[in-house]
């Protein structure tokens, strides 16, 4: 072991020898023992390693009596003293044991063999303290330091330390809390109830068992401010096992719980508009049927769907169309009791929960309230938007008895307020629901019939009005189904632009076409050009003039001799966009067409800006040309305008001769319909290129 070091300060030389001598030959090891004759000498040696114990005289050639100790006591706190004395200075060693001495030694007394041991054992004593001091203030600085609360208590419940959190969470000062009772510096009470709880530290030194704190426990601080906290109360046992007292560590709970209700509300509700979402409406809508149930009520479920918002998410963006849908959620809650329910199911769809003892009544008022109030005008970024809305309603209990099917059934008659035009309500009944299954099975069997390639091309020519040549043919697309046949297109095609399967539809029909074309022209038919329907989808989505450059490379078929179709809705959605994609289109090389022209809002300004060859006028314009409704006036003025621009004029729906001679003498240069052909396979349609015209397009002299 190592040995201790003693500094000996003293100027009697014999004391000095004789203690050295002692220390020399300890029976449990020697003692280093270094020996200076003053208080100078003494400061000059505590510059130097390490002393275990000093001895040291009152009277020095530099310093007398207690002075002597206590300024060494000054310079060495932490260093064990004992004073050497004579019997007449007893008195001093007594008075230095009661300012700090560890002890003293007398006089007289030096060679006793019990002097090693006592030294040896004040040495230890003192590491021990010192061990136990670092210990301790290693607990202080943690206690201190950590974040959570801790309080300690006696036996008898009363407060016997507290960290500075602690302090900061019961406004209590550890001073001031000293030897209360707990309760009354950790006051506790339920936060459900309200009610004063029971202080666990009770419980803790009355059972010796770790508890924790009750789930709904809050802390009232001394000036009344309240925090929910958690944690546990722990007894504290001495060494025979008896409870001294007991530990409460606790931290406020406040922002997990505040954290914890946020998610629960996110989860219920659209992050958009803060509207309850189809979780918390379907727990509302199951609540309100069990209530209708037991009290003979009704209720109503409506079922919103903006009408056309898919055009100003295109054109305006889609920031722009999300402050239009916090608009209409805004109007919509100001539309409905606080009893009611609105919610956003997702995208465009709303959905709003009526309790009613009248049935008819208020959902009518419902819905005629939100009709007006959604149809104003709403003023966004200074920019002025209208927006209309398509609402179904089914009632409880008499379409439906959960929540499902009510808002399904809802769904339903929100699709037939759309067939109705738009901007209108309608109830649901029997028929719709089988019209909804309908439409179900056939979206499933579109997808089927995409897959397995049932989808053909049907081609109705287009005719030089002049010679009567045919002069192309506009592919038309016809479902040819395993079991029904001949599926039109008016029988799938809205299903398909809803679901958008209209992409997948548009790239079949792109390359039957341009395949076809090829194999025409490969035959000889050089002039003949083949027009294609573009959907809105298809030229917003992404990779459409990619897809077409692909087509065109696959099929050989020159882009001059293909011929796009696309409404002008299609085109005014976003002017800037839909002229950056013709432009496009235009170097691929491909001809453009507007059809079903005269039904859209575009205007001349913007119709001379698109790249476009070609206008086709709408055959509701045509059809009509003999009544005296001013159609024959617009059908002659589109001819005019269209000549005048350089475009090439094609009239839809050419079904009677009368038709004929009046685009004919308004030198209208093609036309297309029944009169002179139906769409037909290509087959038929290349027996039709075979005879040059076609019926009904003689020209008239």
Not at 26 to 50: K, N, Q, T, Y
Not at 133 to 158: H, K, M, P, Q, W
Not at 303 to 311: M, P, Q, T, V, W
Request: aromatic share 6%; hydrophobic share 45%; charged share 20%.
């Amino acid at each position: 072991m190592t040995a201790n070091t003693v500094l000996i300060v003293t100027d009697d030389f014999a004391d000095a020898k004789l203690l050295k001598e002692t220390l020399a030959s300890a029976r449990d090891g020697p003692f280093i023992a270094e020996w200076v004759r003053d208080l100078s000498g003494l400061v000059s040696r505590l510059d130097h390693p390490r002393i275990d114990i000093i001895l040291i005289d009152f009277f020095l050639p530099d310093s007398q009596g207690l002075e002597t100790f206590d300024v060494l006591f000054k310079l060495v706190p932490t260093i064990p003293i004992m004073t050497l004395c004579s019997e007449a200075n007893e008195h001093l060693a007594i008075e230095a044991v009661q300012r700090g001495a560890q002890g003293f030694l007398s006089k007289g007394h030096f060679q006793s063999s019990l002097v090693p041991q006592a030294l040896r054992s004040i040495i230890h004593r003192k590491k021990v303290e010192e061990a136990l001091f670092v210990e301790r203030e290693r607990s202080r600085v943690t206690l201190e330091s950590i974040g959570d609360g801790v309080l300690s208590t006696d036996v008898a419940g009363n407060v016997t330390y507290m960290n500075a959190e602690a302090e900061r969470m019961t406004g209590w000062s550890r001073g001031e809390a000293q030897g209360r009772p707990v309760a009354q510096v950790f006051h506790l009470i339920d936060g459900e109830s309200r009610q004063l709880a029971r202080n666990p530290v009770e419980m803790v030194i009355l059972h010796g068992k770790t508890l924790a704190l009750h789930a709904n426990s809050v802390l009232v601080r001394r000036d009344g401010y309240e925090s929910p906290i958690e944690d546990s109360v722990a007894p504290i046992f001495d060494r025979n096992g008896d409870i001294t007292g007991s530990v409460v560590t606790f931290h406020d709970v406040s922002e997990a719980k505040a954290m914890v209700q946020k998610m629960a509300h996110l989860a219920q509700h659209d992050y958009l508009t803060n509207l309850p979402n189809r979780l918390l409406l379907n727990d509302r809508l199951t609540q309100a049927i069990s209530y209708a149930k037991r009290h003979a009520t009704q209720l109503a479920v409506l079922f919103l769907d903006l009408d056309n918002f898919k055009h100003i998410n295109d054109s305006l963006g889609h920031a722009m169309g999300d402050k239009l849908l916090e608009s209409v959620a805004r109007r919509l809650v100001s539309q409905v009791r606080h009893s009611d329910t609105v919610s956003r199911l997702g995208g465009d769809e709303f959905v709003i929960l009526v309790l009613e003892d009248v049935l008819a009544e208020h959902s009518t008022i419902t819905a005629e309230k939100i009709l007006h109030a959604l149809a104003a005008p709403h003023y966004l970024a200074a920019t002025e938007l209208h927006i209309t809305t398509s609402i179904g309603i089914s009632t409880f209990p008499a379409d439906g008895d959960d929540a499902d099917t009510l808002i399904k059934n809802a769904d339903a008659a929100m699709y037939h307020a759309k067939k109705k035009g738009k901007n209108n309500y309608q109830f649901f009944n029997s028929p719709m629901n089988a019209l909804a299954v309908e439409r179900q099975a056939i979206e499933v069997e579109l997808r089927r019939a995409i897959a397995k390639n049932e989808l053909l091309v049907y081609y109705q020519p287009k005719v030089n009005l002049v010679s009567g040549m045919v002069t192309g043919a506009e592919a038309l697309v016809r479902w040819i189904h395993p079991d029904k046949g001949m599926v039109l297109p008016e029988s799938f095609i809205p299903i398909a632009e809803d679901s958008g399967l209209i992409v997948a539809i548009g790239k079949t029909v792109l390359l039957q076409a341009c395949r076809q074309a090829k194999a025409w022209r490969d035959q000889g038919m050089q002039s003949l050009i083949i027009s294609v329907n573009v959907s809105a989808l298809e030229f917003r989505s992404r990779g459409f003039v990619e897809n077409l450059r692909n087509v065109l490379a696959e099929t050989g078929l020159d882009a001059r001799f293909l011929q796009l179709e696309l409404t002008e809705s299609v085109l005014m959605r976003n002017v800037e966009s839909s002229s950056a994609v013709l432009h496009e289109l235009k170097q691929v090389g491909v001809q453009l067409a507007i059809d079903d022209f005269g039904t859209g809002y575009s205007s001349l300004s913007y119709l001379s800006q698109f790249p476009i060859d070609v206008l086709k006028i709408d055959q509701s314009f045509v059809q009509s040309i003999s009544s005296n409704d001013g159609n024959s006036v617009i059908v002659n003025a589109v001819i005019s305008m269209g000549t005048n621009l350089g475009q090439r004029v094609v009239a839809e729906g050419v079904e009677t001769q009368a038709q004929l001679a009046f685009l004919h003498a308004n030198h209208c240069s093609e036309g297309q319909g029944y009169l002179f052909s139906a769409p037909v396979s290509a087959d038929d349609f290349t027996q039709l290129l075979g005879r040059g015209t076609v019926g009904g397009s003689v020209p008239l002299q």
